[in-house]
């Protein structure tokens, strides 16, 4: 009892940290603090059910992520007609051949047993040339319409709130195929391959602008809440607002921030009850079974490869559906600020912190190391300029240091990471 | 038919380089299978280690160009590198003493050092970008050309040219001379071997009176100077700029990998191997083929397998295909 009591102290802690924000800043800064905090915290569990329950090392989060807001671009956003007729269909047929021959090299792989590599490689080339001759000219066509406004092939134009299920499917089927060939390999190994894989996905996004714009971004995506602005132009809101003595600006956006944070809150609560749920459940036993001695869960018949096949497709896809969710709230897709230290380690220091096997930590963790992520940077800079008060106003070392203050998040993030995994391994709410 | 402006076409675009970032790599694949045979994890601080030590190397090499102090027709970072490389070496002790001791006496698992070694890399990063900043820098001078292309052309009479550049020579030289050095020094001196011993087996080694503390001290000094050296090469032949350092992570891993990770001499091969590869797929054969086939049939495209930009997958799918058929590794590495 004692040891929940203290789990309940910390959550509080942190909410009053953010609730402190929100007296000394402004509730603005706190909900947004609030709302990230939200999609981190489910980041982590995504992380946590793959580190915790299974101890796979996987160091491409980024690459999920990004996945989930592609997501958001293609289930979202309306269709572009022109472009589909420049060139979708074949597209879409060029794509299918690259993929079978990649299915079809695998096949002759296992079932030639003559010449094998010359087989191999025969399919592999002439698929490729295939492939190249369709797809180079469709891209291009696609390209050339309209490339200011969209030079791509736009969404399906559904409900964006749709498209947190599709990018946890994206997610999940991207990490199929890295667990298929990756998983089962030594962990130093599975690191490699997902931060591989998380690269090349940023890569492809940003270089393929018939998906996405690439680098151009794609901004304006549909919103799952009202605008501030028609906010303010309704009577009934502005109302409302003047009777809680609110100006309608600054109820609109905390409007809007609240139904965000409460939507991100519903699907947090969801992901952690089915998670809390499948880890006591025989499955979630076998699972802890094989980290803790992999050899002996081996021995009892447990197909060790195939469970964490399972997880890593599991968590992954949580964090495409956060992916999804981070790029529904900031209403834009930016291929080019997805960025490892904050998408992929940031993560891994949210359940370090928080204490990895158990979904609560995750969750703490989650919460509390964005808010020290967002909070480092001013106090950085206060810090800095409270050092460098004593140097004249002009030093040229004083402005360096100050533009340079930004960067304290960083070290802050290391030295915060070093400290837990020495003197708390087990993180704030250690695994029961 | 134009056989010799094709081979000199390829030379140029794609040897020349092939070569000098073959090198790079190779380097800094020595520098992660080191620490990884005598540790046992695979530091993911690496890259941000030779992103440190070309630091030191560009802040001593402007204080000596702002004393006029230079090497001639050579770039003044190779006077400071030999300082840059006692710094790294200090600061990689360091390091170890607050950081990794511990679990090294504890015996944790790799994974634990891996992850420790994430803390490093994120406060190593912050230092960079806190003392340098995060923008790009360009510290090479001296003179840029062995031979330009111009001269090459007007000595041989062809139609294309081949230029080497002082970096890409220096490069060359100094990755032969010390892997040159570093293999006498494990095969040949009593502290390489000693190191080679406890890389193969702890226990015997302990117990045949190896100190384990000195031949890991040996260690993080050599990593440091490689990867110093590697850092340097590549900022001069390319350009400075910490998050690119970063992501060199990742095709250094794969070299490693990919020759068998613990083994220096697969560093070495996975590094070219690696390094040719993604020189080969992202270049544009227009010109190559164009001197090969009849007049008439030269083709219409770029021929480029692969745009720049996938450079990574190049490595990344090298790595997988070489990790499915040989999981050790072209040359037999060590597994933990």
Known sequence: MTGNMRNILLFVIVFALIGAVGFLQSWNVALVILNMGLISALMALGVNMQWGYAGLFNIGIMGFVALGGLATVLTSMPPVTEAWAAGGLRVLVALAVGAGTIALAVRAWHRVSRRRGLVVSTIVVVGFIIYRWLFDPAVEAIEAVNPAATGYLGGLGLPVVLAWPVGGLLAAGAAWIIGKTALGLRSDYLAIATLGIAEIIIAVMKNEDWLDRGVKNVVGLP??????????????????????????????????????????????????????????????????????????????GKDVTRRHLEIFILGSAVCGIAGAMMTTLDGQLTPGTYNPLRYTFLIWLMVIVGGSGNNWGAILGGFLVWFLWVEVEPMGRWLIEVLTAGMSPDSALRAHLVESAAHMRLMTMGVLLLLVLRFSPRGLIPEK | MDVLNAIVALLNYVVVPGVAYGSQLALGALGVTLIFGILRFSNFAHGDTMAFGTMVTILLTWALQAAGISAGPLPTALLTLPVAIVVTAVVLLATDRVVYRFYRRTRAAPITLVIASLGVMFIMNGVIRFIIGPGEQNFADGSRFIITARQFKAMTGLREGLAIK???????????????????????????????????????????????????????????????????????????????????????????IVGGLGNPLGAIAGGFVIAFSEVTVTYAWKKVVGYLVPEGLEPSGLLQLLSTDYKFAVSFAILVVVLLVRPTGLFRGQSS
């Not at chain 2, 970096?167 to 190191?195: D, E, H, P, Y």
């Open chain 2, 166 to 256: 002082v970096t890409q020579g220096i490069t060359v030289v100094l990755a032969i001379v010390v892997v040159a050095a570093l293999f006498w020094f494990l095969n040949r001196t009593r502290t390489g071997k000693s190191m080679r011993a406890y890389a193969d087996n702890e226990d015997l080694a302990l117990l045949s009176g190896i100190n384990p503390e000195r031949v890991v001290t040996v260690a993080w000094v050599l990593a440091a100077a490689l990867a110093t050296i590697a850092g340097v090469l590549y900022g001069l032949d390319k350009s400075f700029k910490p998050f690119t350092y970063f992501q060199l992570l990742l095709p250094i891993f794969a070299s490693a």
């Open chain 1, 223 to 300: 919103r799952p809440v009202p605008y501030e602005v028609d906010l303010q132009q309704d009577p009934e809101f502005v109302a409302r607002a003047l009777e809680l003595g609110l100006d309608p600006a600054t109820a609109s956006s905390l409007y809007v921030k609240l139904s965000y944070g409460i939507m991100f809150a519903v699907v947090l609560v969801i992901v952690l009850l089915m998670a809390e749920l499948s880890l006591r459940s025989p499955w979630g036993r076998m699972m802890r079974a094989i980290r803790d001695n992999e050899v002996a869960a081996e021995a009892m």
